[in-house]
């Protein structure tokens, strides 16, 4: 039985990934404070706060459960990987060999979301994206992976302003947002107007990164405070 998904997906990208999908670098990691919004089952909170890092995660579903959100992400992933099985000449397979070590690479990254989710909860904090509960400018850099842009069929423009608005409220420099592009490289029709909406607070600019899963996508939008 397939198991149907009804909002964005719970599954865990590495550590790696987000250096590769944020650009970030050795000095930032020990120098700034971060907010990963909304992380999921991803490790980078673990791995940044075990190296002694300043890290916060937030999710709308950190209320649940450890074993719940591990169950989770369990299915998520096997609804993700039989759905790209019949497409999976749409993507790059340069950072993942295939689908197997993609499985494997995301399996690992659910299970240690999953221990130090149980061993240190109070790195991980429930919260609506639209009203996020921290302070402003509580963090330096605020990232925010495969949430916006890519789901314009359930989250609407609103939506996108209203958490665009929110992570540069507790953001102290700026937010980095990735990826850009939905499948088979097409730009969410919410890209354009989050962008003037955003230039008219903010200061924008695309970066390239080092990361693509996502035929065309390598960039990455900055939002910094002006």
């Not at 992400?73 to 060999?97: G, N, T």
């Not at 240690?112 to 996020?132: I, V």
Request: hydrophobic share 35%.
């Amino acid at each position: 039985m397939t198991t149907k998904i009804v909002g964005p997906i719970f599954t865990g990208r590495s550590w790696d990934e987000y250096l590769k999908m944020f650009k970030l670098t050795r000095e930032e990691l020990k120098t700034r404070s971060f907010l990963d919004c909304a992380a999921g089952a991803s490790s980078f909170t673990a791995y940044l706060a075990n190296g002694g890092g300043r890290v916060q995660a937030v999710d709308l579903l950190y209320d649940q459960d450890p074993l719940v959100l591990k169950s989770l992400c369990q299915k998520h992933l096997e609804a993700l990987v039989k759905s790209l099985e019949p497409i999976k000449r749409e993507f790059e397979w340069s950072y993942f060999r295939d689908l197997n070590h993609l499985k494997e690479h995301r399996s690992r990254s659910c299970q240690e979301f999953y221990q130090d989710y149980s061993q240190n909860p109070d790195r991980y904090q429930k919260g609506d994206l639209t009203r996020l509960p921290f302070a402003d400018s509580e963090f330096d850099i605020v990232l925010s992976s495969h949430l916006l842009f890519i789901y314009d069929h359930r989250l609407d423009l609103d939506f996108h302003l209203q958490v665009l608005d929110e992570m540069l409220r507790v953001s102290g420099e700026e937010v980095r947002v990735y990826p850009l592009v939905k499948h088979a490289k097409k730009t969410s029709e919410f890209l354009k107007p989050a962008w003037q909406r955003m230039s008219m607070v903010a200061e924008l600019e695309l970066v390239k990164v080092n990361y693509q899963f996502r035929r065309g996508g390598n960039q990455m939008l900055i939002i910094r405070k002006s």
